[in-house]
């Protein structure tokens, strides 16, 4: 695009009209409680589907599923702490990668709101109210996106 920096289009942080799917998992779900209501907390305008997932795993098949439904755009929300084994690195990288391949191919936009920490304190500073809230972010980042997709193919 021509535009410059200043000029450059930004999707506006208004979620009113928008369908907006959210997918938490229930494992560790002392830390995904807390991104699922810092998620919440700023998608009232938003028509929101809220589904429970068992782990983080499961969450690229339903933000595919909530997308088909037709959302706007999804919000991803889980924590993969690491442990005493390699499962923490599969379930992380294949999380993200599943998640990636659903935006990728469906051309919504999926919000990664799932932590991925050593320490199981760093999941929880991050899934506390207010600032620095995770889930937050991710359904901010979600938002904005989704209009700035809808900016851009009001553009062509």
């Excluded at 339903?62 to 702490?81: F, K, M, N, P, Q």
């Excluded at 506390?128 to 996106?145: D, H, I, Q, S, Y």
């Amino acid at each position: 695009m021509s535009d410059s920096p200043d000029s450059a289009l930004l999707g506006d942080f208004d979620a009113a009209g928008l369908k907006i799917g959210v997918a938490a998992a229930t494992f560790n779900s002392e830390i995904t409680n807390g991104l699922l209501e810092g998620a919440l907390s700023v998608l009232d305008d938003a028509e929101v589907t809220v589904v429970r997932v068992p782990g983080s795993f499961e969450l690229p098949l339903v933000a595919r599923t909530l997308i088909e439904g037709g959302s706007d755009a999804v919000v991803a929300i889980g924590a993969v702490i690491l442990g005493e084994t390699d499962h923490y690195e599969h379930i992380a990288r294949e999380t993200a990668r599943g998640l990636q391949d659903v935006m990728l191919s469906t051309g919504v936009p999926v919000a990664f709101g799932v932590l991925t920490v050593r320490d199981a304190e760093h999941a929880r500073s991050r899934s506390l109210p207010g600032p620095g809230n995770k889930g937050t972010e991710a359904a901010e980042a979600a938002v904005r996106t989704a209009r700035l997709l809808r900016d851009l193919a009001a553009r062509s």
